[in-house]
């Protein structure tokens, strides 16, 4: 029981502590790329202790939601942290309180509480991001159900760990069409999530942000909570598409070697972020009406895997 319980908090804390490195490892190498200097990979962790230290500005319409709902959503990322597997490769404590479905499920709670709150600003410019990204979730929602309910039926289970054994042990389902196509759409759903290019440009390009609209009220330690649950969304839907459908293989149970996950998922994620990069300085941004384009897209490669993994069957 105290090993599974250390192996529980292992993955929790990885998830929490570890995810800004990953996002300050992409910009410091876009910066490169970009022939600029660029900030210390460690810049969200000193932006995370600067704004939880900063005095927090609540604007007059708002009620309680608008104090509350960081918090919720954080807690509501803390909970996938303990379900889906993003750092072990067996079942921990929560594991059986959700499967793939209420990963999804537990995805979109947190987006609606994080819009929820957002409304009660009553900001104009909060509200046109809570409208943008409620005309796009349609589909991106749509196509991640969709996929993960196409994984349950090639795999005959819901459950993420046992769906990444089955893949660790069929290594030839790896490379089936079907497969593909659903590392595909949910590799599209993960750029979108993370507001990378091409669907979204962060920075002082206000009319093409769509997730990050949504902080604009926000301040001090409220911001400070967002943006840390919005790194540890990046990392727990990158980590999915490498652990379930990438890259499977790497990730051992045995204590103590488990800590030995930790280089792994390093290597893992700096294989992605370097797939990322490509993408992100090679394409143009899309024009926001384009947006729902590509997320048709990917919709269709999730229903289209849908189709094949029952024809296939």
């Keep these: 029981m105290l090993e599974l319980i250390v192996e529980t908090l292992s993955q929790y804390l990885f998830v929490v502590f570890v995810s800004p490195l990953f996002i300050g490892i992409f910009e410091r190498l876009k910066a490169n790329v970009e022939s600029r200097h660029g900030s210390s990979i460690f810049q969200p962790y000193y932006d ?17 939601m608008f104090i509350i709902a960081p918090y919720a959503a954080f807690g509501v990322y803390s909970l996938i942290a303990l379900i889906i597997p993003v750092f072990m490769s067996k079942p921990i404590i929560f594991t059986a309180s959700g499967d793939f479905f209420a990963g999804a499920i537990l995805f979109s709670l947190a987006a609606f509480i994080k819009i929820a709150g957002t409304m009660d600003s009553g900001s104009n410019f909060s509200s046109m991001g809570v409208s943008r990204l409620l005309s796009f979730n349609f589909f991106s929602e749509g196509a991640l159900i969709t996929v993960f309910f196409a994984v349950a039926l090639i795999t005959g289970t819901d459950n993420p760990y046992a769906t990444n054994n089955y ?3 069929h290594p030839l389902s790896n490379l089936s069409l079907v497969h593909l196509f659903a590392i595909f759409a949910f590799f599209m759903i993960f750029l979108y999530e993370t507001g990378k290019i091409p669907t979204q440009s962060e920075g002082k390009q206000e009319m093409g942000m769509i997730d990050s609209g949504i902080d604009y009220e926000y301040s001090g330690k409220l911001l400070g909570i967002n943006k840390w649950s919005s790194y540890m969304k990046q990392y727990l839907l990158g980590s999915v598409l490498l652990n379930v459908f990438l890259i499977p293989w790497g990730i051992t149970n045995t204590f103590p070697g488990f800590l030995l996950n930790i280089p792994v998922m390093v290597l893992k994620w700096l294989f992605l972020i370097f ?13 926001l009406f384009k947006v729902i384009d590509y997320l048709a897209v990917a919709f269709i490669f999730s229903i289209l895997f849908l189709i094949l993994t029952e024809v296939i069957s």
């Design 48 to 64: 995370l202790f600067k704004l939880l230290k900063k005095e927090t500005l609540i604007t007059e319409n708002s009620s309680k």
């Design 167 to 169: 893949l660790i042990s």
């Design 275 to 287: 797939i990322v990069l490509i993408i992100d300085t090679s394409m143009a941004k899309l024009r």
